[in-house]
């Protein structure tokens, strides 16, 4: 079954509107997850690493005050797209690691649309 | 410099037939992993397999077999008796160190196409 969700799968919104994205954990505690991006026909690129109970680590270039991230539980990270525009329009794709070394498991990825 | 280098934007394979997708990485870590996922066009990322720099043994999985040259740093993914459901983006990747609360880091992508 299904390691890690997420929440909404799709959705679209108006330019200048926020969006929230959450990523669970499903199976286990997650003190770290990692917030990705995707462009049609690219690959996937860091946004963030969210850390439980601390302040996100953004990646050069993500700004901090736009997308915003909440790790509030061992369980759950909320991203929140703030005054989005077209350009922000991806595939936003969260990842957790489970079970040893391994394995970094993905979650569904959500497919944000701005109008 | 890129960390991950996949030169081969897109594969076509008979049904049945062998395919090898290409991998090369740079790091200067002792440490690292290397990572292959599948992405149908749903988007869900699929782990497929994986190969720590420290394992001695090439990782199996079922089809799917990754050829480590550590020397010539390339992890090519090789998926054996191809099917149509194959059809798909692979991606490589890697973390440095090969720890659990690293990211990865993915190459641009190969795309699989199975031909019946």
């Known amino acids: 079954g299904a390691v890690v969700s997420q929440h909404p799968s799709r959705v679209i919104c108006k330019s200048g509107t926020s969006v929230k994205i959450e990523c669970r954990s499903l199976d286990f505690q997650a003190t770290t997850m990692f917030w990705y991006r995707q462009f049609p026909k690219q690959s996937l690129m860091l946004m963030a690493t969210s850390n439980e109970g601390s302040k996100a680590t953004y990646e050069q270039g993500v700004e901090k005050d736009k997308f915003l991230i909440n790790h509030a539980s061992l369980t759950l990270s909320t991203l929140t797209v703030t005054s989005a525009h077209p350009e922000d329009s991806s595939f936003y794709i969260c990842?957790?690691?489970?079970?040893?070394?391994?394995?970094?498991?993905f979650g569904p990825g959500t497919r944000l649309t701005v109008l | 410099a890129q960390k991950i280098t996949q030169t081969q934007p897109g594969m076509f394979v008979q049904e049945k037939e062998a395919v090898t997708l290409d991998c090369t990485y740079d790091t200067s870590d002792q440490s690292y992993g290397l990572f292959w996922y599948k992405q149908p066009s749903s988007g869900e990322m699929i782990f497929l397999i994986y190969q720590g720099s420290y394992d001695e043994q090439n990782a199996t999985e079922g089809r799917y077999s990754l050829n480590f040259q550590k020397a010539r740093k390339s992890a090519n993914l090789v998926i054996s008796a191809s099917q149509l459901g194959d059809s798909a983006m692979y991606f490589c990747a890697m973390r440095e160190p090969d720890s659990g609360n690293t990211p990865l880091v993915f190459g641009k992508g190969t795309r699989l196409s199975v031909i019946a």
């Open positions: 990842s957790v690691m489970a079970g040893g070394r391994d394995t970094q498991y």
